[in-house]
């Protein structure tokens, strides 16, 4: 069982940034790939971002490339996600996630967090 901790949402103006955190809580979590994904209100759940296990494969969703970046450390157990030039149809809760297998697809991850707000005001 691999626990996951988001951290790092809140509310922010149109244009603004913030960094999501992800804290693993799996001594193995070195060997999971990760991803970020995202769920508003009414909508649902849509992929933003994902990490290979060792850091070198990144992907992004369409909507987030060049304005989002995904790093982790796997010394610290954990998953990045800097937002840049946010825009108010980023606001969502934000999930980490954790699985064996890379992708975009979110019943490749196992393991969930239990989600941060972000809001994006315009």
């Known amino acids: 069982q691999v626990q996951l901790v988001e951290s790092g949402g809140g509310l922010v103006q149109a244009g603004g940034s913030l960094r999501l955190s992800c804290a693993a809580f799996?001594?193995?979590?070195?060997?999971?790939?990760m991803g970020w994904f995202r769920q508003a209100p009414g909508k649902e759940r849509e992929f933003v971002a994902a990490?290979?296990?060792?850091?070198?494969?990144?992907t992004y969703a369409d909507t987030v490339k060049g304005r989002f970046t995904i790093s982790r450390d796997n010394a610290k157990n954990t998953v990045l996600l800097q937002m840049n030039t946010l825009k108010p149809e980023d606001t969502a809760v934000y999930y980490c996630?954790?699985?064996?297998?890379?992708?975009?697809?979110?019943?490749?991850?196992?393991?969930w967090g239990q989600g941060t707000q972000v809001t994006v005001s315009s």
């Open positions: 996630a954790a699985g064996p297998n890379y992708g975009t697809a979110w019943p490749l991850y196992n393991y």
């Open positions: 799996e001594r193995t979590f070195s060997t999971y790939h």
């Open positions: 990490i290979s296990w060792g850091g070198g494969a990144t």
